[in-house]
């Protein structure tokens, strides 16, 4: 989307987008309020979930939008959840290695991030219904663990367990 100001050089290096290649694409306005309008109050998965929130909180607030779901963060869902132990980080690199993820391009790309956070996503759901017998993992599950220390994330996922509706 072409946001109406000039891509820093960092980001370039970073990304690889250029304002070449942006010129031409529409805007940011448009491209909130259509993704704003597919989404609607469906809870959202992002892996610096903290960096995702400000960024589309300001955008729809240039569109007079609100957000209006909640957001889980993966990156703290991986540190919490993964057998794989580092800071959260390092650990998203480790954990991607360890589970043999597929990488789907270049990273910090917008396609590319959303494969791998979705990979990961995946993973952590077998993982919490392999290892840990979760039978729903729900984005209401997904909040109560990122906030869970990793030594407390069993008594976290019973507690779970115990409070669902049979």
Same mark, same amino acid.
């Given at each position: 989307?072409? @946001?109406? #100001?000039? +891509?820093?050089?960092?980001?370039?290096?970073? !990304? *690889?987008? $250029?304002? !070449?290649? &942006?010129? $031409?694409?529409?805007?940011?306005? &448009?491209?909130?309020?259509? #993704?704003?309008?597919? +989404? *609607?109050? &469906?809870?959202?998965?992002?892996?610096? %979930?903290?960096?995702? =929130?400000?960024?589309?909180?300001?955008?729809?607030?240039? +569109?007079?939008? =609100?957000?209006?779901?909640?957001? @889980?963060?993966?990156?703290?869902? #991986?540190? *919490?959840?993964?057998?794989?132990?580092?800071? @959260?980080?390092?650990?998203?690199?480790?954990?991607?290695?360890? %589970?043999?993820?597929?990488?789907? *391009?270049?990273?910090?790309?917008?396609?590319?991030?959303?494969?791998?956070?979705?990979?990961?996503? #995946?993973?952590?759901?077998?993982?919490?219904?392999?290892?840990?017998?979760?039978?729903?993992? $729900?984005?209401?599950?997904?909040?109560?663990?990122?906030?869970?220390?990793?030594?407390?994330? @069993?008594? =976290?996922?019973?507690?779970?367990?115990?409070?669902?509706?049979?």
């Amino acid at each position: 989307m072409n @946001a109406g #100001v000039r +891509i820093p050089s960092f980001i370039e290096s970073l !990304t *690889g987008i $250029s304002d !070449t290649m &942006i010129r $031409s694409a529409p805007s940011a306005a &448009i491209v909130v309020r259509e #993704v704003s309008d597919f +989404i *609607g109050d &469906i809870p959202l998965v992002a892996h610096n %979930a903290s960096f995702d =929130c400000k960024f589309w909180d300001a955008e729809l607030a240039r +569109i007079k939008h =609100c957000r209006r779901q909640e957001f @889980a963060y993966s990156s703290f869902l #991986v540190a *919490g959840a993964s057998p794989v132990t580092a800071s @959260a980080k390092s650990q998203t690199g480790r954990l991607i290695r360890f %589970a043999k993820l597929p990488l789907a *391009g270049r990273a910090h790309r917008a396609l590319a991030d959303a494969e791998i956070a979705a990979s990961l996503l #995946v993973h952590l759901e077998l993982e919490l219904r392999g290892r840990f017998k979760v039978s729903d993992v $729900s984005h209401e599950l997904l909040s109560k663990i990122q906030i869970a220390p990793k030594a407390k994330l @069993a008594h =976290c996922l019973e507690r779970h367990q115990e409070i669902q509706p049979s």
